[in-house]
């Protein structure tokens, strides 16, 4: 039921960056939505962001270029913003907006929902206990996704962390159950935003899919809605109508330097590396709409992905980003080969949940920690050889640097396109632990060792 | 009646509220949503708004409480989940939607409670002493206190519900539940200084860095570090009577998962769930900012109000920073001027006024109890300098400081020996006999040992003489078989303080015969081939076997003689 307030206003005070600044207003509340006719006809969108007496302050989301003080009508819908929702979505390509690129129809749906959502009742949450399986074998084995968890790739300039991105969108599933993918792409290249499209073009054709693009000369602002349209989305596929969805937002950094913009704008005072003192609580409020609940079939996985500016973990992005999810895969140039995922500094919270007997293998959790445990003992054999020389080390060192060597090579590296059963990973993670002497396995049961040990090694 | 002037997201400023208080609660527009006065300027008052505000406008009603912000207290309390200003959130919505009534409230407020008198009529009784009490059976009893006076009347044991009366003392009419402003501390007789250690079942912690009632403990450190691991085991394992559980801006699948553990486990000291002894605060980093600022200080009231009852409680707080960053960003929106990265010019004096209500006291009734205070800390980016962890350090009793390196090598609790401290220590350790001699020797292995690691890091360790080379060995074995204590196994969650001085006692006898064989030209090679597994799995054994596992690895050590 959308009632627009009947008023117009035409007394533009100010404009500002991505601002508006409207006088005369009367009754306008705080984040309502707002709607901005130009002089041409154009129509534009935005939120209220402050309202002090008679000011209404509005940042629009398709930016302010071309707006004049003169000629300008700024009406208010009454209630902050609502989109529709609904399976209507599904199978739909459309801009940061929500604005069809796929030459359909607008999207309908018989509900509509509020664009921030509200907060989940924590006493009805039911914890995460189940994988979303990605057909990935460094990841499957050893940071698996767990259906209603956050969980963030970090990565930096010149890594694949979108053909990573794609891959696990394209590939992720629910054991069989029905699965969906949201896919929000914020401020991606021309290029990028194609080779996402591509890889999931499967995907999309099969319903499964709802991809909003914010391209990178697309408005900036535009970029605080899109991740917002996608998880209110993905939260009525989800919540209220029962499937298993996975929401990917990249490239989180994006999003965040468009909300900078908007802070600096309104001359805040900034905290770390100006970006606003907010920053937390604004991606919480995004990260946090991940779940299950109680009594209801679906699931919400969010996977936020970012590039950390030159390579910095403790950027505000990366580290309040690490500081609501729960965990993170973290890729890097130390390692080679495609995905570039750093097992040591990787790690999925809730894995435990999500792994082990009923859900992937009996012997899950335990060799996830044994082929860690190695991989670490390894990184310190290496560092002793740097000093002394490969020589030097004890016969159980060079064993481990050999699995280091094998699970880079058997394990983690894996072709873009190749979708890897979690039998064909445990298969291959059995023949890295193998490399090592059968007693040194000590964080493996003997029944597990007896029935996936390889003596031949 | 005022009238809405301008909102800003939380800050919202309302005109014409002539009479109001500082921290009155006001209602904000036609849901009346909850605020709090914090600037007053002639008629004008700037308030921070509890709920989201979207929709509110200028021209909008706001409406005086007449009361500072208050917290239910009752006998509701244990075994509930509530939000940051303590309204139960069982039973209210699957959205927290502050436009939608709370149907929780008028449920709540109707359920009777098994009251029983402990006093008759006609008799005096000082202020804070118990004059009737709730009890449940599982939890620990509930005690309704004296305002001080003469007993007029008193309620016949039986169903009661929270507000009706139990009884008139002094002219003053006492129910079970009542409203109570949380700014303020509540009052007690004396504070205690001699300390009384708190048991954790954490090795590191009691052993290294212990805590005592009614200390005050840090908690900082990275994400991922282990913060909100170490803080859920102390909330289930400490043997404190009340745990208040503050999840103070964190995540909801956390609070979903404390919330379910507690209610699975059994409390060794009483038999009845942990559940029932704890008092849960969720307010997640979605929920409304500004009653995440609030849920410190609810927190700590209800830790108040048992230790009131001459309980040991025990407040955790996850975490601290998303607290100073509530007060940050209405600071920011407020226009007030800036201190350090941002953070208003009081924060310093805030958390010394946070941490300052914890301490051992006696009660106004002259009861024994003590509100024990322990926070996390986030530090953005790692860094230890930042505002809200150096402050914070200043404050605190004791600081056990997460350590990056130790959480990545998977070394979990990753509390780093050398980074930390306990203030108390010397003075708890100095009453057990032995136990000082055995802290100082670990805590000196320890450095020593890290000592040598850099040393060996430059020269190798063969370069080493023998004897520091089982320092090396000796720092291992500790790190290994004592510190390290994983949350997730079944049998070492949780370690008795008699176990945590059995495995201590006999790593130190596995490291002092090493010394005595490299004493006596046994090769050190040797030495550290040896298997030491028995003692380093020793904490995976039971009790008993922990001796015979020290002996298996001696009589292997004594064969190269
Ligand atoms: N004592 C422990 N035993 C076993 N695992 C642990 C322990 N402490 C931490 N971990 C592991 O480390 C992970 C992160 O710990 P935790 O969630 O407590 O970090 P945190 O410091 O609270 O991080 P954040 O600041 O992001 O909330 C856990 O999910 C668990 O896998
Ligand atoms: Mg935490």
């Known amino acids: ?457 | 009646m005022g009238t809405v002037t301008r909102v800003n997201g939380p800050l919202v400023e309302v005109e014409g509220l002539t009479g109001a208080a500082m921290f009155e609660l006001v209602a904000l527009g036609p849901h009346r949503l909850p605020g709090e006065i914090i600037a007053l300027r002639g008629d004008r008052a700037t308030i921070q708004a509890y709920e989201y505000t979207g929709g509110l406008a200028p021209g909008d009603p706001a409406r005086r409480g007449g009361s500072p912000l208050s917290a239910r207290l009752g006998p509701h309390l244990l075994g509930g989940v509530f939000d940051g200003l303590l309204r139960p959130l069982g039973g209210a919505g699957m959205w927290l939607d502050p436009a939608a009534p709370p149907p929780a409230r008028a449920a709540r407020a109707g359920r009777s409670w098994p009251f029983r008198p402990l006093v008759e009529e006609g008799r005096t009784v000082a202020r804070g002493t118990p004059i009737g009490s709730v009890d449940s059976g599982s939890s620990p009893p509930y005690l309704v206190l004296s305002p001080g006076g003469a007993v007029s009347r008193i309620r016949e044991p039986g169903p009661c519900p929270s507000g009706d009366p139990v009884a008139v003392v002094g002219g003053v009419q006492v129910t079970l539940g009542r409203e109570q402003p949380v700014r303020r501390a509540l009052p007690y007789d004396v504070r205690h200084e001699e300390p009384v250690p708190l048991t954790t079942g954490q090795r590191v912690i009691d052993l290294l860095l212990p805590v005592s009632r009614g200390g005050t403990v840090a908690v900082p450190g990275g994400f991922g570090t282990g913060k909100t691991v170490l803080l859920q085991q102390i909330a289930k394992w400490c043997d404190a009577d009340v745990v208040v559980y503050v999840g103070c801006g964190e995540r909801g699948n956390e609070m979903a998962d404390v919330v379910a553990e507690l209610g699975r486990l059994t409390d060794p000291r009483t038999g009845g769930r942990l559940a029932d002894r704890t008092v849960v605060i969720a307010n997640t980093s979605n929920m409304p900012m500004m009653a995440r600022e609030a849920s410190i200080y609810t927190g700590v009231t209800v830790a108040e109000h048992f230790r009131d009852m001459g309980y040991d409680t025990v407040v955790i707080a996850d975490s601290t920073s998303r607290w100073a960053e509530a007060l940050r960003e209405l600071g920011s929106r407020s226009g007030a001027l800036p201190a350090e990265e941002g953070y208003p010019a009081d924060l310093a004096s805030a958390l010394a006024a946070f941490y300052e209500r914890a301490g051992r006291v006696t009660t106004l009734g002259g009861a024994t109890g003590s509100v024990t205070i322990i926070g996390a800390v986030s530090p953005p980016g790692g860094d230890m300098t930042e505002p809200v962890t150096a402050h914070t350090q200043r404050f605190v009793r004791s600081l056990w400081t997460l350590d990056r390196d130790l959480a990545y090598a998977r070394h979990y609790p990753a509390v780093s020996w050398a980074g930390s401290f306990a203030r108390d220590a010397g003075a708890m350790t100095a009453a057990v006999p032995g136990a000082a001699q055995r802290r100082g020797r670990v805590s000196g292995l320890l450095a020593e040992a890290d000592r040598l690691t850099a040393l060996a890091e430059l020269l190798g360790a063969g370069t080493l003489p023998a004897h520091e080379r089982i320092v090396l060995l000796a720092g291992r074995l500790i790190r290994e078989g004592f510190l390290q204590q994983s949350a997730l196994s079944p049998r070492d969650s949780f370690c008795r303080p008699e176990r945590t001085t059995l495995i201590a006692d006999a790593l130190l006898a596995v490291v002092d015969r090493c010394q005595t064989l490299v004493e006596n030209q046994v090769p050190v090679a040797w030495i550290e081939q040896q298997d030491f597994s028995p003692i380093l799995r020793a904490k995976e054994a039971p009790e008993e076997e922990i001796a015979a596992r020290r002996d298996t690895v001696l009589d292997a050590l004594e064969r190269s003689r």
Not at chain 1, 358 to 375: K, S
Request: charged share 25%; hydrophobic share 45%; net charge negative.
């Open chain 1, 1 to 457: 039921m959308t009632v627009w307030a009947p008023v117009e206003y035409t007394d533009v005070a100010e404009l500002r960056g991505p601002l508006v600044m409207v006088r005369g207003t009367r009754g306008v509340g705080w984040d309502e939505y707002a709607s901005i006719e130009l002089e041409t006809g154009e129509r534009r969108h935005g939120l209220v962001l402050e309202a002090d007496h008679d000011l209404a302050v509005v940042q629009v989301f398709e930016g302010t270029a071309g707006i004049r003080a003169e000629g300008t009508r700024v009406t208010f819908a009454g209630r902050p913003m609502r989109i529709p929702v609904g399976p209507g979505w599904l199978g739909r390509v459309c801009d940061g907006g929500g604005r069809p690129l796929d030459g359909g129809p607008p999207v309908a749906g018989a509900a509509d929902a509020a664009v921030n959502g509200f907060p989940l009742n924590p006493t009805l949450r039911e914890p995460p206990s189940e994988p979303v399986l990605t057909g990935i074998s460094a990841i499957d084995l050893l940071t698996t996704l767990v259906r209603g968890q956050k969980i963030a790739v970090f990565s930096a300039a010149g890594l694949p962390h979108l053909k990573l991105a794609a891959q696990i969108a394209a590939q992720a599933g629910a054991g069989g159950e029905p699965f969906t993918v949201v896919f929000a792409a914020i401020g991606l290249t021309h290029a990028d935003a194609a080779t996402v499209r591509d890889r999931l073009e499967e995907r999309s054709a099969a319903g499964e899919l709802t991809l909003l693009l914010n391209l990178a000369d697309d408005p900036v602002i535009e970029r605080i809605l899109t991740p917002r349209l996608a998880l209110t989305i993905a939260e009525h596929l989800a919540f209220t109508v029962g499937r298993h969805v996975l929401a990917v937002l990249a490239d989180m950094t994006s999003y965040c330097e468009a909300l900078r913009e908007v802070s600096a704008a309104r001359g805040e005072i900034p905290a770390r590396r100006a970006y606003p003192g907010y920053l937390y609580s604004d991606l919480a409020s995004l990260y946090e709409r991940c779940g299950r609940v109680r009594g209801r079939p679906g699931s919400l996985t969010v996977l936020p992905v970012l590039s950390m500016p030159a390579g910095d973990i403790t950027h505000p992005v990366p580290d309040l980003t690490g500081y609501i999810t729960e965990g993170q895969i973290l890729l890097t140039r130390n390692v080679s080969a495609y995905p570039h995922i750093d097992p040591l500094s990787s790690l999925s919270r809730m894995m435990r949940a999500g792994a082990g007997p009923g859900r992937t293998r009996p012997e899950h959790v335990d060799l996830a920690a044994q082929i860690i445990a190695a991989l670490s003992r390894a990184r310190q054999a290496r560092e002793l050889a740097e000093l002394v020389g490969e020589s030097a080390l004890s016969a159980v060192d060079r064993r481990h640097l050999a699995l280091a060597e094998a699970f880079e090579h058997r394990l983690l590296a894996q072709r873009g396109d190749e979708l890897r059963s979690l039998g064909e990973t445990f298969d291959r993670a059995w023949d890295v632990v193998s490399m090592l002497p059968r007693r040194e396995l000590t964080m493996l049961s003997s029944e597990a060792l007896d029935a996936g040990y390889r003596e031949e090694r």
